[in-house]
């Protein structure tokens, strides 16, 4: 097939349907189906609903259900953080940025359906496929957000970022409520329980995602060949991201930004993966069943979330990108604050949709901002989102860690909640010291 040009509309709709094809883990394994799952196989309860054990034993030590979970979750993001370098550095070396989009595909996926033999007897195996699972899907976006100023002029870049978010929101919906048909109506397509079709949610993930992703690999161009592969490429991508630092010296904008976002970054990823267990802990559910109202909770962000990515490029380009993104941080304070009083489902509802409304804004902004502000004779892209996507990582490993502290100390997620205020506050005061104007290009930042 020949090579799109730059900025052609078919060439972006492929690129942007990666995120149709991936979405399905972030939502089906992340968010809604395996948490579920996982907390159903390892919480005992008595007859009322109370929790009678939320133990795990992993290899001769016992762990707190969750806590296991997020120090896997951690772990993985640690990896992630510390691969970026090398395999970015190689892609944009040896030109091959396609192969390792694939790879990481193929092992999230197939890890995917991996947790399909997710078991307490064997859970080591299944850990395993969570954290591959985990490692495949967010080493792929390293490589396909690099893809971006590549594919994309910048004046196409928000709206190009903010379909592919949108295009993933409206995918991992549509499996979702397939698989929830399936849970929900066992019977009558013939399972004994909910057990069997809730695994075999976990390998249609991985298929849709491997089957989707070939539309988007049969356009996207291979990459920049430059030179053949040596052992002096390994560290390639280290020093190239040490050139970088050294250039954001004389980019007072993008070291700013970078600044920002680490810090609004850290608190927005750290409530999107404890989300479902914070409702799973702190709301009184009464008679209403918890597993059905988290899952309407979780298709409530995503729907709501279609609506956010898509107006706030539209605010963007009016207002420009720096302010929109400051008033979605004033939002997100605002919704953290709310969350503290939550105590009914109801109340639940209105955050998730709060949620969901400034979850797709500041998600697919923040990605078209930093591509925006990248040097307009940068070649290297991979290396410049390894270094946002490293930022991104090493902040969750944070966050994660600090919300777990402040709950441990407290007794409460709660608190937790109310601490990532802080983060949000430090993240508009950065923005509002990101100069405006953007000296590489006559696009509104």
Not at 82 to 100: M, R
Not at 266 to 274: F, G, K, N, P, W
């Amino acid at each position: 097939m020949n090579t799109l040009p730059k900025g052609h509309k078919k060439l972006l709709h492929a690129w942007a349907f990666y995120d149709w094809a991936n979405s399905v883990y972030s939502l089906v394994i992340s968010s809604a189906i395996f948490p579920i799952f996982y907390g159903a196989l390892t919480i005992v309860k008595d007859e009322d609903g109370s929790i009678l054990d939320d133990t795990v034993d992993f290899f001769g030590i016992s762990f707190n259900n969750d806590s296991l979970i997020s120090y896997v979750t951690a772990a993985a993001f640690l990896v992630v953080s510390i691969l970026s370098p090398f395999l970015s550095g190689i892609a944009d070396y040896v030109g091959n940025k396609k192969n390792f989009l694939k790879f990481f595909c193929y092992l999230g996926a197939f890890s995917c359906i991996g947790l399909f033999w997710f078991s307490l007897e064997f859970l080591w195996f299944g850990l395993l496929c969570y954290f591959l699972a985990l490692i495949g899907f967010w080493a792929s976006l390293v490589f396909y957000n690099s893809y971006l100023p590549d594919i994309a002029f910048p004046n196409q870049q928000d709206k190009v970022s903010a379909k592919g978010f949108s295009l993933g929101y409206i995918g991992s919906v549509i499996l979702l409520v397939v698989c929830l048909l399936m849970i929900l109506n066992y019977e009558t397509f013939g399972f004994e329980s909910e057990a069997l079709p809730t695994r075999l949610s976990f390998v249609l993930t991985g298929v849709w995602w491997i089957g989707f992703s070939q539309y988007t690999y049969a356009y996207l161009p291979k990459g920049n060949k430059k030179a053949a592969f040596t052992k002096n490429v390994l560290f390639n991508g280290f020093r190239e991201l040490r050139g970088i630092w050294l250039t954001l010296k004389h980019n007072t904008q993008l070291k700013r930004y970078l600044a920002a976002f680490f810090v609004y970054s850290m608190a927005v990823q750290t409530i999107m993966l404890v989300a479902t267990y914070f409702g799973i802990e702190e709301l009184e559910w009464g008679e209403q069943d918890a597993t059905t109202g988290l899952i309407i909770s979780i298709l409530l962000i995503q729907l709501v979330a279609v609506i956010g990515a898509t107006l706030t490029s539209r605010l963007a380009i009016k207002y420009g990108n720096i302010k929109i993104l400051i008033f979605i941080n004033l939002i997100w304070i605002a919704i953290c604050g709310y969350a503290f009083f939550i105590v009914i489902p109801q109340q639940f509802y209105v955050a998730a949709a709060s949620v969901g409304l400034v979850m797709g804004g500041i998600q697919s902004l923040s990605r078209s901002t930093y591509s925006k502000m990248l040097p307009e004779n940068a070649i290297d892209t991979a290396s410049y989102f390894s270094f946002y996507d490293v930022s991104e990582k090493i902040g969750i490993v944070i966050g994660m860690f600090l919300y777990g502290i402040v709950a441990q100390i407290t007794g409460s997620v709660r608190n937790s909640i109310l601490f990532l205020v802080i983060f949000f506050i430090a993240g508009v005061i950065l923005l509002l010291r990101v100069p405006i104007k953007n000296p590489v290009s006559k696009d509104r930042i």
